[in-house]
């Protein structure tokens, strides 16, 4: 079982709301990483966690604040968008750093 | 990790075979192939990945050369469901997290 889930499906947001998108993986892995999908782009890397912890943050703005409840859950929570971040939102994750990535199906967020 | 070139866009008939070709020229001797596809809207899917050796799996078949410039994915029996962009990745599994997914091959197959 290869994994990963995804909540919600699809999400509308307005610029002053909160929101937290959800990441879920019963497989084991120990490395959860977000990435952000822009229209006709390849996905970018956003946030990695290993073993709960996070090892990685490419310059994210605060307005996204990650959270890594235990080691099947990760969270992204979300404050104060900008319709540019409007995208679809890719969780993954990994047995540990380095190896073999599986994504979820995303999120499709639009910020109005 | 290693650039790779891939055609922007191929065709296949449905029920032949899809031949994606991916160069990697500047692959170092620890750096995996990787293939992920990514069909309309949804979350990339891992195909198959390979160091030196030949590779296959229930989804596809890895040719990779003798000298690792280049690789070949196959789609034995291309199905409509296969239409996807196809990412050619080369990494190290300690260079980092990310994977850097490029532009890919946008693979329209047909009836």
């Known amino acids: 079982d290869t994994e990963v889930t995804q909540t919600p499906k699809h999400l509308v947001m307005g610029m002053t709301n909160k929101k937290s998108l959800k990441c879920e993986q019963h497989?084991?892995?120990?490395?959860m990483y977000w990435y952000k999908q822009k229209a006709k782009k390849p996905p970018e890397l956003m946030f990695v966690y290993s073993y709960e912890k996070l090892s990685i943050n490419e310059s994210v703005p605060s307005r996204f604040s990650p959270e890594c409840p235990n080691s099947s859950l990760l969270n992204l929570h979300l404050h104060a968008l900008q319709p540019e971040d409007s995208a679809l939102y890719l969780c993954?994750?990994?047995?540990?750093?380095?190896?073999?990535?599986?994504f979820g199906p995303g999120t499709r967020l639009l910020v109005l | 990790d290693a650039k790779t070139t891939q055609p922007t866009s191929m065709d296949c008939a449905e029920g032949r075979a899809a031949n994606l070709p991916c160069n990697h020229s500047?692959?170092?001797?620890?750096?995996?192939v990787y293939w992920y596809r990514q069909i309309h809207s949804q979350g990339p899917q891992y195909i198959i990945h390979?160091?030196?050796n030949n590779e296959t799996n229930e989804m596809a078949s890895l040719i990779i050369t003798e000298d690792r410039k280049s690789s070949t994915l196959i789609l034995p029996h291309a199905t409509l469901r296969d239409t996807a962009v196809y990412y050619c990745?080369?990494?190290?599994?300690?260079?980092?997290?990310?994977?850097?997914f490029g532009k890919g091959t946008s693979l329209l197959v047909t009836p």
């Open positions: 500047t692959i170092s001797g620890n750096e995996y």
């Open positions: 990745i080369v990494r190290r599994p300690d260079s980092g997290y990310a994977l850097n």
């Open positions: 497989m084991g892995h120990r490395a």
């Open positions: 993954a994750s990994s047995r540990t750093q380095g190896e073999t990535q599986y």
């Open positions: 390979g160091l030196k």
